[in-house]
């Protein structure tokens, strides 16, 4: 079995807590190998805690995840930190120069390495603008990064590790149209060849999608390719509708 199979597999969160929260109710889905799937589904629907099992920072209390046949929690964190990446806008950014920051994901990595991930990622030329280049400090005390520069950074960081899995968790905060086709189209380089799950918050982010999956309620309740999920005139069809419904009103000024 290759790729990645999630099976049979529930969280709650604050479980016994008057906070209890059944975030995934037994989802059992299989990621193939070499295929863009898009995760679809409401906010709070459970897409970024399945992301958030993949990659450990929760485990998983029942049911299990194998990457490649193997479970998860027999994968060393280091081992499984060079196979898994996970692209986003909430990347972690400590204080250092923004060299060691796209680094990090390799640390043996040259300068020259950085600068070919950075310029792959679209971000050479915003990290050139900073006052020292790739030697400016960025991260808590000295400079900011924006929302669509940090997802850049970690588009940076998965070229550097040419993971086995990519993960896309694509935040909802909006971005103009040059930042957001710089973003995807170095998310094109990076997801090239490779198993990606695309958490789409927004549905225009799943064009590269071979496969959608949408998730509702904690269950998966969907699956099949964008024509199909139109025709079935399930949550696809309303999440499509409706965004589209918002887009008109926009353009309308409304
Ligand atoms: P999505 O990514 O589809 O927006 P999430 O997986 O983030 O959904 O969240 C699923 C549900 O679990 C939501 O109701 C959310 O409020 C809840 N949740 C997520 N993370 C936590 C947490 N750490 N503690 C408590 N509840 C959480």
Known sequence: MSG???????????????FE??????VSINFGEDR??????HTGSGKSTIANLITRMYDV???????????????????????VAIVSQEVYIFRGTILDNIRYA???ATREEVVAAAKAANAHDFI???????????????????????????????????????????ATAAMDTETERLISEAIDRVSEGKTT????????????????????NGEL???????????????????WTLQNEQLQKVMEGR
């Open 197 to 216: 799950i695309s958490i789409a918050h927004r549905l225009s982010t799943l064009k590269n999608c071979n496969y959608l999956m949408a998730i509702d």
């Open 221 to 239: 309740a969907e699956m099949g390719t964008a024509e199909e999920l139109m025709e079935k005139k399930g949550i696809y069809y309303k999440l």
């Open 128 to 170: 050139l603008r900073m006052p020292e280049g790739y030697d400016t400090m960025v991260g808590i005390g000295s400079r900011s990064l924006s929302g669509g520069e940090r997802q850049r950074v970690s588009i940076a960081r998965a070229l550097l590790l040419n993971p086995s899995l990519l993960i896309l968790d694509e």
């Open 4 to 18: 990645i199979e999630v099976k049979n597999v529930s969280v709650v969160y604050g479980a016994g807590t008057p």
């Open 61 to 83: 209390v029942s049911g299990s995840i194998t990457i490649d046949g193997v479970d998860i929690k027999d994968i060393e964190m280091n081992s499984l930190r060079r196979n």
């Open 36 to 41: 863009v799937v898009g995760l679809i589904g």
């Open 106 to 108: 390799k640390p043996e």
């Open 21 to 26: 929260k059944r975030a995934l109710d037994n």
